[in-house]
């Protein structure tokens, strides 16, 4: 989907859902104690992604058919929201893997800044407004930590 000028809703509604997602995950989940501390510390993280995620499913609902072929664009969305954070899941003894938010981040400020220009495939506009909503829940849990 390419479009005429930058698209400012698509640009701020994913970090505002994932900033939705961390307030949940952080304020609103009871806190829960494990045997490690290191679990303990990462579950607020955990269930914000897990509302993330359910929040990301009732949201791709919501995609224009104008924007291209649904089912890429709803993969594209699953594939940013949930692939993209398996490395801070499953990469726990890794410190590159601690670091994670960085290049989610980053990748997607990059992205925002070139998306609405190129004649992108609804998979990658779905994988850009994942990112969009991981980046704001990154952020969110800065906040709310």
Same mark, same amino acid.
């Given at each position: 989907m390419k479009w005429e000028s930058p698209p400012l809703g698509l640009f701020a509604a994913p970090p505002l859902v994932g900033l =939705?997602?961390?307030?949940?995950?952080?304020?609103?989940?009871?806190?829960?104690?494990?045997?490690?501390?290191? =679990?303990?510390?990462?579950?607020?993280?955990?269930?914000?992604?897990?509302?993330l995620?359910?929040?990301?499913?009732?949201?791709? /609902? =919501?995609?224009?058919?104008?924007?291209?072929?649904?089912?890429?664009?709803? /993969?594209?969305? /699953? =594939?940013?929201?949930?692939?993209?954070?398996?490395?801070?899941i499953f990469g726990v003894a890794l410190t590159f893997c601690n670091f994670w938010f960085f290049p989610v981040i980053a990748i997607w400020l990059f992205l925002s800044t070139y998306q609405w220009k190129l004649n992108a495939p609804p998979f990658r506009t779905g994988l850009w407004l994942g990112l969009g909503g991981l980046a704001g829940m990154y952020l969110g849990a800065f906040a709310f930590v």
């Open positions: =939705a997602a961390a307030a949940i995950g952080f304020l609103l989940v009871p806190e829960k104690s494990f045997s490690s501390k290191y =679990a303990t510390d990462l579950y607020p993280l955990y269930m914000s992604w897990f509302c995620l359910g929040l990301t499913g009732l949201m791709m /609902f =919501a995609v224009p058919q104008e924007w291209g072929d649904v089912k890429q664009m709803r /993969f594209g969305l /699953f =594939a940013g929201t949930g692939v993209v954070f398996m490395p801070q």
